[in-house]
């Protein structure tokens, strides 16, 4: 009987270290969740502490595995590969990172192409480096989808006061053109600086 009770206290810790690694975890995330690593993501550009909590926080939650990420971590896990290059000194560290970011958020805007928050994170990061790192095709393509998923004005995952910021970068961001900008303070008057 104490062997049985010594086997059940192996398998039961197991499986808490297998949940705990991502081997059991379905791929979901809770709002509050999303919320702390979406507010951790942004204070992380100006600060690298902030970037090392963040870093920490999806490794925890999520495991070390990125198959196991739904694909918004995935997109900003890879936002924090985009954002440790902007941090590190060293040219060939800061390029490293960089196409390891590409390649992350390669993969969550495959496995998820019409969320809107997902091509925003690729887009915000591909806006931010220089055009000679190649990408341009790419920061093309999703600020084209961006434009068409704001129209579309589907608030079910992303709440309108992300979409306003979002509306608001697209605009300042110098990369839309004039019909462009016309068509989102079309649909979003309250932007529109006229």
């Known amino acids: 009987m104490r062997h049985i009770k010594f086997y059940l ?103 998820e192409p019409d969320n809107l928050e997902i091509r925003f994170i690729r887009f915000s990061i591909l806006d931010n480096v220089p055009g000679i790192l190649g990408f341009s095709e790419e920061r093309e393509i999703d600020k084209d989808e961006i434009i068409f998923l704001l129209c579309n004005k589907d608030y079910s995952k992303l709440n309108a006061k992300i979409q306003g910021n979002i509306i608001r970068y697209m605009i300042n961001s110098g990369r839309l053109s004039p019909g462009q900008i016309d068509l989102l303070t079309k649909h979003f008057p309250e932007y529109s600086s006229k």
């Open 9 to 111: 206290f192996i398998l039961i810790s197991i499986i808490i270290a297998a949940s705990k690694n991502g081997f059991c975890q379905d791929k979901t995330v809770t709002s509050a969740t999303l919320e702390n690593i979406r507010n951790l993501f942004y204070s992380s550009v100006d600060d690298e502490n902030e970037l090392m909590k963040l870093d920490s926080l999806i490794t925890y939650e999520f495991s070390d595995t990125l198959s196991q990420y739904p694909p918004v971590i995935l997109a900003y896990y890879g936002g924090v590969e985009a954002l440790k290059a902007k941090h590190t000194f060293w040219p060939f560290n800061k390029l490293s990172y960089f196409n390891s970011s590409m390649d992350i958020l390669k993969t969550a805007v495959k496995e």
